[in-house]
């Protein structure tokens, strides 16, 4: 069993920056594919970014990339998203996700597929 808690939310003006943290319990933090996720308000979750159980795999989406960087420390139990250039659509509640994949190189970008979800943190981006 994993429980993740997101931090670093809040609000911000179009342009800024925030750092979301995610904390992992549990001794097998490092077995994990970690994933970021958002939804925003009457839109379905979508895939923000992941990152494979060393970091030496990550993924973007098309829309976030060039502006978030994930990053994990493995001996913190941690995963973050570090978020610049922020629009106002990256307006949402961001989720971070683990999905046992220990020693894979690949990465998860379906929802569906991960098996432990935090119960997320506001991101609001005014213009």
């Known amino acids: 069993q994993v429980q993740l808690v997101e931090s670093g939310g809040g609000l911000v003006q179009a342009g800024g920056s925030l750092r979301l943290s995610c904390a992992a319990s549990?001794?097998?933090?490092?077995?994990?594919?970690m994933g970021w996720f958002r939804q925003a308000p009457g839109k379905e979750r979508e895939f923000v970014s992941a990152i494979n159980w060393n970091g030496g795999s990550t993924r973007y989406a098309g829309s976030v990339k060039g502006r978030f960087t994930i990053s994990r420390d493995n001996a913190k139990n941690t995963v973050y998203l570090q978020m610049n250039s922020l629009k106002p659509e990256d307006t949402a509640v961001y989720y971070c996700?683990?999905?046992?994949?220990?020693?894979?190189?690949?990465?998860?970008?379906?929802?569906?597929?991960?098996?432990?979800w935090g119960q997320g943190t506001q991101v609001t981006v005014s213009s």
């Open positions: 549990g001794r097998t933090f490092s077995s994990y594919c």
């Open positions: 996700a683990a999905d046992f994949m220990p020693l894979r190189m690949e990465v998860t970008t379906t929802p569906n597929l991960y098996d432990y």
